[in-house]
């Protein structure tokens, strides 16, 4: 049953096998009923699913995992519990509440999302993909998994977990990216006749509880006797994936400069890396910069002495790249100003800036013993 895609076009389906991809979308739902886990996004069985929540979720869930979102999602929805609240909020705000999620760019499209919904739709979302399609940040998954969840339409989005599902099930040889057009026609098969948003997440839960990356507890699966990844016995090397290749590691310097109990800070340009996020002011990030070059690109203040090199450095992994930052720190006369685009801030509010994981990591540094 191992498929690539030429041999998908050419299979002949016997009987048997229409009754078998007949049985699963049944089998599914019916673990499912038994087994969904309990997120704080997701409505309990027999409430309707609300479109804002769902929608939030999505966003934060994008390569964030559950564990990580959760107390994030719950943040938002007191702080804002509508699309409209949410909407009528200020980018800052909510760039300092994403602070530490990763991935700042989402921030920004969820404001941008929200403040069109409200302008544009009425505090409504629209419920067809293409609707949702047009909306800032919402891309073909994202619209298929709200369009499927808040709406019920009848679309299969397919995420981490529910490809490595349908490639282990089918035993797609055709490795990632290649295959997903593959997995998606074959994940669409799974769709039972109604309930598409619960078939979705049904696969979802089953890829993140039984369908595991390492040691799938295959035994407790419902489509173990229809698995062709199972019965061969290699379920645990699919998908088949094409190596990444590692981005090139840039080395900077980040400058920790103190006046009395206030840290001076600036706002990075809103787009780009880390984009309208909250720094200490850096170097260039560069690929094989040494620390002499870096050095030479420090914050200029009037009365700031020596520089003192902290012990060791700070290192944080992009989606592209490895960071090395040195962290330099010194410190300032009472009065001293902040230079043009840079503030002082009390160190002990650091917490109400939007500083990403980097950044917090850098201050840690420089701040320590």
């Not at 295959?218 to 990844?229: F, I, K, T, V």
Request: glycine share 8%; with cysteine.
């Amino acid at each position: 049953m191992s498929l690539s895609g030429a041999a998908v076009r050419r299979k002949k389906v016997s009987s048997s096998n229409r009754e078998e991809a007949a049985a699963r979308p049944a089998l599914l739902l019916a673990w499912y009923d038994r087994h969904r886990r309990k997120l704080p996004w997701r409505p309990l069985p027999g409430e309707d699913p609300d479109p804002y929540r769902v929608w939030l979720s999505e966003i934060m869930l994008q390569q964030t995992g559950v564990k990580w979102v959760a107390p994030y999602f719950e943040k938002f929805v007191a702080r804002w519990p509508s699309v409209n609240d949410l909407g009528r909020a200020s980018l800052d705000d909510v760039l300092r509440m994403w602070a530490g999620l990763g991935y700042y760019s989402r921030a920004r499209n969820l404001h941008a999302c929200a403040v069109a919904v409200k302008r544009d739709h009425g505090g409504a979302f629209p419920d067809t993909e293409e609707g949702l399609r047009a909306l800032p940040g919402i891309g073909p998954y994202t619209a298929a998994a709200i369009a499927a969840i808040a709406f019920g339409r009848r679309t299969m989005p397919v995420d981490g977990n529910i490809e490595r599902v349908v490639s282990r099930l089918f035993a797609v040889e055709e490795p990632l990216p290649q295959a997903k057009p593959l997995i998606q026609q074959l994940a669409t098969t799974l769709l039972g006749a109604t309930r598409a948003g619960d078939s979705a997440q049904a696969l979802m839960d089953l890829g993140s509880t039984i369908c595991t990356p390492k040691k799938p507890a295959c035994a407790l699966c419902p489509l173990n006797d229809d698995c062709s990844g199972f019965a061969r016995g290699d379920q645990e090397t699919f998908p088949r994936k094409v190596a990444k290749k590692t981005g090139e590691l840039r080395r900077g310097a980040a400058f920790v400069v103190t006046r009395g109990d206030e840290l001076l800070v600036r706002t990075r340009p809103e787009k780009g890396l880390l984009g309208g996020m909250t720094e200490v002011p850096t170097s260039e990030w560069r690929a094989a910069q040494d620390d002499k070059a870096a050095l030479k690109q420090a914050v200029k203040l009037k009365g700031l002495g020596k520089w003192h090199r902290k012990a060791g450095v700070v290192t944080h992994v992009f989606t592209h790249f490895p960071l090395e930052l040195v962290v330099y720190t010194a410190t300032v006369p009472a009065r001293t100003r902040a230079p043009d685009g840079m503030r002082w801030v009390p160190i002990a509010t650091l917490s109400d800036e939007a500083l990403p994981n980097v950044m917090r990591k850098v201050i840690a540094h420089g701040l320590g013993e």
